[in-house]
Nanobody
Framework: QVQLVESGGGLVQPGGSLRLSCAAS????????MSWYRQAPGKERELVAV????????NYADSVKGRFTISRDNAKNTVYLQMNSLKPEDTAVYYC????????WGQGTLVTVSS
């Protein structure tokens, strides 16, 4: 069964950190580019970060550069998003996506940044 399962979301205070995980199964994880998207209430889904199959040269949205880090562990079929210096505007549902010949989406995990 092809699936992506995100975890690690929750409530955090401004300035805090969270690490999201996305566990993949049912496909050749190492061959896929992996990305994180987010969707805030009332807004369109936006790309946060992407890491390619080889792991090098990840790309980030300008709004998260210097604060978020995407990484992958092909041995564990997992992609991560380390989020530091979180801001209230980072509040959103975060989704991971696998992409090669097709796109595979996870169900999302909610991140709330609030005092």
């Amino acid at each position: 069964q092809v699936q992506l399962v995100e975890s690690g979301g929750g409530l955090v205070q401004p300035g805090g950190s969270l690490r999201l995980s996305c566990a993949a199964s049912g496909f050749t994880f190492s061959a896929y580019a992996m990305s994180w998207y987010r969707q805030a209430p009332g807004k369109e889904r936006e790309l946060v970060a992407v890491i390619f199959s080889g792991g090098g040269n990840p790309n980030y949205a300008d709004s998260v550069k210097g604060r978020f880090t995407i990484s992958r562990d092909n041995a564990k079929n997992t992609v991560y998003l380390q989020m530091n210096s979180l801001k209230p505007e980072d509040t959103a549902v975060y989704y991971c996506k696998a992409m090669r010949y097709l796109e595979i989406w996870g169900q999302g995990t909610l991140v709330t940044v609030s005092s």
